[in-house]
């Protein structure tokens, strides 16, 4: 079993849709968690970190379930340019790094 | 303006070759990292480090070499021994450990 696990999709949507992808992780040892988002064939850009009391950022909300061991992101009136790649990321503390989900493709249609 | 600066962004290496891919960051991050991701798949650590003249191996360290001299740098070397060495590699630095990450825009390498 991976350490994280996303949901790859892909998820096509229309504009103006909410959507929301699950992540799943494996070592309760984890202690900080973060959502990037990869354009195809750029670098991934950190899009937010993910709070244990949740937290929004515009159109933009994730949770975080510690008992269940997953996080959540959820994006509202989905636009054309939220089209990407969304990657899941768990910081683990005893190992001292993070670990990368494969990633959840969205796209976003007129 | 401050970030993280890869180069170069496009590296060819003929077979049996060892190569050296740079990353320099201005941000005064004090652990950077080195991933790979082969298309469609997710990223892969190679190789990170917390702090200078100190280093760790992550997953996938065979094949690859790194140093930190400085705290701006941290170079990868892709030695011959890496089999299948054809990816896109990214850089990245952060404040700590537990903190988000900064990406350089990434080295595709290519083996021909």
């Given amino acids: 079993r991976k350490e994280v696990e996303q949901d790859p999709g892909p998820f096509n949507v229309p504009e103006g849709a909410t959507v929301a992808f699950n992540c799943t992780y494996s070592n309760s040892a984890s202690q900080s968690f973060f959502w990037y988002r990869q354009d195809c064939r750029k670098e991934p850009k950190l899009l937010m970190s993910v709070y244990s009391s949740g937290n929004e950022d515009g159109r933009f909300t994730a949770q975080l379930n510690r008992a269940s061991q997953y996080i959540s992101l959820l994006i509202r009136d989905s636009k054309l340019s939220d089209s990407a790649t969304y990657l899941c990321v768990v910081y683990n503390t005893n190992a001292g790094k993070s670990t990368f989900g494969d990633g959840t493709t969205l796209t976003v249609k007129p | ?112």
């Fill in chain 2, 1 to 112: 303006d401050g970030g993280i600066t890869q180069s170069p962004k496009y590296l060819f290496r003929k077979e049996g070759q060892n190569v050296t891919l740079s990353c320099e960051q201005n941000l005064n991050h004090d652990a950077m990292y080195w991933y790979r991701q082969d298309p469609g798949q997710g990223l892969r650590l190679i190789y990170y480090s917390q702090i200078v003249n100190d280093f760790q191996k992550g997953d996938i360290a065979e094949g690859y070499s790194v140093s930190r001299e400085k705290k701006e740098s941290f170079p990868l070397t892709v030695t011959s021994a890496q089999k299948n060495p054809t990816a896109f590699y990214l850089c990245a630095s952060s404040v700590t450990n537990n903190y988000g990450y900064t990406f350089g825009s990434g080295t595709r390498l290519t083996v021909v």
